[in-house]
């Protein structure tokens, strides 16, 4: 079995950040983690790639190209496509290893996963190379701080959940950014009573016209009762080791090791 997980996110929420932390947590524990950037435009994360999209298709080459002529989000589709139709790139990249673990840094282009397949046919390639897979996604603490962004970000997280139908954890991250009162705040964003927060909204003119679909939504985020933030402070070692933990936990990672075999004798047949 190979382990690995997907990070994924808005633009600027700290994907490549988190891939970071998560990896150093891991050396400083002895363990060695790999990260595979697949941001076709990234132009700067502070890791040593194992693997790098952008030697196979640079966004660039896509928006250079004097046919193709595409924009940077269209590019960057293209990109995430022209990969998929190359699986053996990624698959000779990748190697034939077992028992790894790989943190992919996806793109910040949240339509990649909310409704477009590319990220699904990923997943597919990736467990077709055993991989056993934990979709991480990230979303900046900093916007979480109102009941209607609470609402709005609460919303993606579901529709990348329910699309991308993986194990998942949803991570609030740049919490060593927020304020001592918004830090205090923060709890009732981690568990969240959707019905408390929608309440906040009651004063707002524009809930009034729109209060039922409000309340429609908070009974949907309700229902599903999966919408659960977890707030990483990458100042913070408990912080990283317990997301880290929480993970490993959801992809059963390490727990091969820990099942010790032993042969055990049958105990003797007691003398009548
Ligand atoms: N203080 C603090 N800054 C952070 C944290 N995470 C990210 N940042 C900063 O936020 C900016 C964006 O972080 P990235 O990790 O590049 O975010 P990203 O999601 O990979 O961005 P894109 O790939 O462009 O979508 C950078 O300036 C980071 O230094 C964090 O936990 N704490
Ligand atoms: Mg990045």
């Given at each position: 079995m190979r382990y690995g997980q997907l990070v994924m996110g808005p633009a600027g929420s700290g994907k490549s950040t988190y891939c970071s932390t998560m990896q150093k947590q891991a050396a400083d524990d002895n363990k060695t983690v790999h990260i595979v950037n697949l941001?076709?435009?990234?132009?700067?994360?502070?890791y040593e790639p194992l693997v790098d999209i952008r030697e196979l298709i640079h966004v660039d080459d896509a928006m250079e190209d004097e046919e193709l002529k595409f924009g940077p989000n269209g590019g960057l589709v293209f990109c995430m496509e022209y990969l998929i139709e190359n699986t053996s790139w990624l698959e000779e990249q990748l190697?034939?290893?077992?028992d790894d673990y790989i943190i992919f840094d996806c793109p910040g282009q949240i339509e990649l996963y909310s409704h477009m397949t590319v990220v699904t046919d990923l997943i597919k390639i990736l467990q077709n190379l055993n991989f056993r897979l934990c979709g991480v996604f990230l979303v900046?603490?900093?916007?979480?701080?109102d009941a209607s962004k609470f609402l709005s970000g609460t919303m993606a997280a579901l529709s990348v959940m329910i699309n991308l139908e993986l194990p998942h954890i949803n991570i609030l991250s740049k919490?060593?950014?927020?304020?001592k009162s918004a830090k205090k705040q923060l709890d009732k964003y981690l568990e969240p009573d959707p019905y408390s927060l929608l309440a906040?909204?009651?004063?707002?003119p524009w809930n009034e016209k729109y209060r039922s679909l409000t309340q429609a939504l908070g009974r949907l985020i309700e229902d599903y009762s999966l919408v659960r933030f977890y707030p990483l402070n990458i100042k913070d070692e408990e912080s990283i080791a317990d997301i880290k933990i929480t993970i490993d936990n959801m992809i059963q990672y390490g727990e091969e090791e820990d099942v010790k075999m032993r042969d055990f004798d049958e105990p003797e047949a007691e003398d009548d």
């Open positions: 941001d076709p435009a990234a132009e700067f994360f502070d190697g034939d290893t077992d900046d603490s900093q916007f979480m701080v919490v060593d950014l927020l304020s906040d909204l009651e004063d707002d």
